[in-house]
């Protein structure tokens, strides 16, 4: 037969032709269980706050915090992430290490209203320490990578004491999986999973996440968070983490990094994650605001060009919302 370009043999467009055989040939599918949502308790707090440059988010009280976690959970998110703001902060960030603290009475409340729904625990001090930095300072001023570990060691112990199943380590410490991982285990914590926040880059787009932990940080994370500029650094970070003990890798943020997440997926057989953060959903949350686009369509692609990177677990602030969706769309 002569071929005629004029009549093309080969027609993709016969598998857009409709929604359902759309839906039928997809590659790339959302699903509640795959997605995390974030929380921030507060201190204190008697009613939710609403958080400015996070529209629509909150710093939870007691009670709203039962109300969101109950909420993920009956539309089949897959766990929640809990982040605390306290009231006092020092130097070495104790708070985090108080067994009655803000953070670990806040895992105890989402294991209690939503017993069957993982949570997983931010192990950082930078929400604890004056000085808004991930770990302990020495006499220069620099973060003190070693002396880190040992708090983060002690945190882990008190964080898996009060219920929460995964640990999400996102210090970005040399080590810190290895000896988070010795420390859960000498403890009798063998089956507290650690999500490691294996490439995690000093970006510019967690700055409303500062002001949703009311953050103290002055100057950079450059020392230790990732530079942008470096995608081959991330092989060996997630390689690292993996030798140390690390159940989930994670890649932060998740919109600028998508070649990192990609990567990640093709070297390693853990579940990888990926973190839609606080900039990237405030810039789609302010667009979509102005009338630039479609609210509901951009955040749908935004999530699956993270999760076709080969994201298998996304954290978003969207997650209910769009779990939400999901079931109307079932």
């Not at 795959?34 to 529209?55: N, Q, T, W, Y």
């Not at 964080?159 to 000498?186: E, F, K, P, T």
Request: one cysteine or more; hydrophobic letters at 45%; a negative charge.
């Amino acid at each position: 037969m002569t071929y005629d370009p004029f009549h093309p043999i080969h027609r993709p467009r016969r598998l857009r032709t409709t929604p359902g055989m759309r839906n039928l040939v997809a590659e790339t599918r959302l699903h509640p269980a795959e997605l995390v949502l974030p929380v921030f308790v507060a201190e204190g707090a008697a009613d939710p706050r609403p958080i400015a440059s996070l529209p629509g988010i909150v710093q939870h009280s007691r009670s709203s915090l039962v109300d969101a976690v109950q909420e993920a959970y009956e539309l089949g998110v897959g766990a929640v992430m809990v982040y605390g703001v306290p009231l006092t902060k020092d130097a070495r960030g104790t708070g985090a290490l108080d067994p009655d603290g803000i953070l670990t009475q806040a895992v105890r409340w989402c294991v209690e209203a939503s017993p069957q729904l993982p949570v997983i625990a931010d192990l950082c001090l930078d929400e604890f320490t004056d000085h808004g930095h991930c770990g302990v300072l020495d006499e220069s001023g620099r973060v003190d990578n070693d002396a880190t570990l040992v708090q983060y060691a002690a945190m882990a112990g008190v964080l898996a004491d009060a219920g929460a199943g995964i640990l999400g380590a996102s210090g970005m410490m040399d080590g810190q999986i290895g000896a988070v991982r010795s420390a859960l285990d000498d403890g009798g914590h063998t089956d507290t999973a650690l999500l490691a926040y294996a490439a995690k880059y000093a970006s510019a787009f967690y700055g409303p996440f500062r002001e949703a932990v009311q953050s103290s940080l002055v100057g950079d994370r450059f020392t230790y968070q990732q530079d942008p500029a470096n995608a081959r650094e991330s092989v060996r970070e997630v390689a690292l983490d993996v030798a140390e003990g690390a159940d989930i890798v994670m890649v932060k943020p998740a919109l600028a990094y998508l070649d990192v997440i990609a990567r990640t997926r093709a070297d390693v057989d853990l579940p990888v994650a990926a973190y839609v953060v606080s900039g990237e959903y405030a810039m789609i949350e302010a667009a979509a605001a102005a009338g630039a686009f479609d609210r509901r369509r951009a955040i749908e692609e935004a999530l699956t060009s993270v999760r076709r990177a080969g994201a298998g677990i996304l954290a978003t602030y969207w997650a209910s919302e769009v779990a939400g969706w999901l079931r109307e769309r079932r």
